[in-house]
């Protein structure tokens, strides 16, 4: 069976099939290995999962809890995430057609699932909401960011929608809460190199030939705090939140940049938002030439009358 398996076999609760090769070693099962695999999965679940059918061969059929181990076979299974909370935010469906779904996200949850979040990923929701299993994003943003995110719904359009992306012929406008600097001209086109820092959710600027560039222009100000206009022409990972820190802007509420915070220390802590929205997003449709305009209708509710942060 080809590496397409995963895409051809069915979603089960909305969540498709992640794949592993078992390595060469002494495990007499499969599920000797997934045990080792998954410590903190108990054999006896595991075991209920394999009887249900959440491990699959490279043929996608089952693999029973007594399945002899093969090297360098390859499985694939079905994750669970046992009592995962729920994140207390309801994404809207904007529009829909037979191509694409654009939705809003709400601040805090993810658009795919990895780590802790795997119901509780926009994807994930959608899928089970539409019925949709091809349903596939075209970009994603950070599970802190609220706004626009879009979906193609057929795999032969994926990659052609994903590049528009890639290919950086979209349009992105963000809005994002900092406090005002008065010595700073606006609107300002902010270039800067940007790279990996040393922690894996971090990234940098760095001396050298710019890679990211964003235009910046004032929205409003109210006192101490500013609403501010953001156009990425780049889309490096967490672009605008480290261009702004380094502007000393940094966004409202932000837990990563100019310090960071461990996400243990923030768990179910829904009180303060970052205070950045994907606005609008606008292209020209590479399957029917038509051009497509989409606009957030979540709004930045931190503006405060008398400008305090």
């Known amino acids: 069976m080809t590496p397409e398996l995963a895409a051809l076999l069915p ?8 794949v592993i ?4 070693g002494p495990w007499r099962l499969v599920i000797d290995y997934l045990e080792y695999r998954f410590p903190a999965i108990p054999r006896e679940e595991i075991a209920r999962r394999m009887r249900e059918g959440d491990v699959r061969d490279d043929r996608g059929e089952w693999v029973l809890p007594d399945a002899a181990y093969r090297a ?10 046992e009592n995962e909370p729920r994140i207390p935010f309801d994404e809207k469906i904007l529009f ?4 694409i779904v654009v939705a809003d996200k709400p601040h805090f949850l993810p658009v795919t ?3 802790r979040y795997l119901q509780e990923t926009l994807l994930v929701r959608l899928k089970r909401k539409l019925g949709i299993d091809a349903l596939a994003p075209m970009h994603r943003i950070d599970r802190e960011t ?10 032969h359009t994926r990659g052609i929608y994903q590049a528009l992306f890639s290919q950086k012929t979209v349009r992105k406008q963000y809005e994002a809460v900092a406090r005002w600097r008065e010595d700073l001209p606006l609107p300002l086109e902010y270039k800067s190199r940007l790279v990996n820092a040393d922690h894996f959710m971090r990234m940098r600027e760095e001396a050298g030939e710019a890679n990211a560039e964003t235009r910046i222009e004032l929205i409003e100000r109210r006192g101490e705090l500013a609403r501010y206009a953001l156009f990425p022409v780049s889309g490096k990972r967490h672009q605008l939140r480290v261009q702004m820190a380094a502007l000393g802007l940094p966004i409202l509420n932000d837990q990563i940049y100019p310090h960071h915070v461990a996400a243990e220390d923030l768990d179910g802590d829904y009180s303060r938002p970052l205070q950045l929205l994907a606005k609008g997003i606008g292209f020209r449709d590479p399957v ?3 051009e497509r305009i989409f606009e ?3 709004e930045l509710h931190t503006m405060k009358t008398e400008g305090s942060i």
């Open 96 to 99: 829909e057609d037979e191509l």
């Open 288 to 290: 029917t030439g038509s």
């Open 72 to 81: 360098h076979q390859k499985l694939y299974y079905y994750r669970h995430i």
């Open 113 to 115: 699932p990895g780590g």
């Open 21 to 24: 090769a078992l390595p060469a």
């Open 296 to 298: 957030s209708e979540f």
């Open 146 to 155: 609220a706004g626009l995110v879009l979906f193609t719904k057929q795999p």
């Open 11 to 18: 979603t089960k609760r909305g969540v498709g099939p992640s």
